[in-house]
């Protein structure tokens, strides 16, 4: 069973920086894309960015782009999401996702997610 667990969410001011940490567990995770959604109050989940297990495209929301930066370290199981410049309407619950082959934006086609992590940012 897979299990995905988030750390790093807090509260910080616009302009600042934060770094999420996910730490898969449950099986091997060879050709899986890792990546991370969010989910602001009264809106609908969305994509963030996603990165394959090697090689390949990775994908970033254009709404980040430039200011935060997926990495993922496979012999620990682990992906990081280091945010900067954030502004307050990043502010949003954070979730990590796994699926297998390649990685992609669409909610529908990530099948393990965590419990999420919240990040708060003040104007």
């Known amino acids: 069973q897979v299990h995905l667990v988030e750390s790093g969410g807090g509260l910080v001011q616009a302009g600042g920086s934060l770094r999420l940490s996910c730490a898969a567990s449950?099986?091997?995770?060879?050709?899986?894309?890792m990546g991370w959604f969010r989910q602001a109050p009264g809106k609908e989940r969305e994509f963030v960015a996603a990165?394959?297990?090697?090689?390949?495209?990775?994908y970033y929301a254009d709404s980040v782009k430039g200011r935060f930066s997926i990495s993922r370290d496979n012999a620990k199981n682990t992906v990081a999401l280091q945010m900067n410049s954030l502004k307050p309407e990043d502010t949003a619950v954070y979730y990590c996702?796994?699926?297998?082959?390649?990685?992609?934006?669409?909610?529908?086609?990530?099948?393990?997610w965590g419990q999420g992590t919240q990040v708060t940012v003040s104007s």
């Open positions: 990165m394959p297990w090697s090689g390949g495209r990775t």
């Open positions: 996702v796994v699926r297998y082959m390649g990685a992609g934006t669409a909610t529908e086609t990530y099948p393990y």
């Open positions: 449950g099986r091997t995770f060879s050709n899986y894309a």
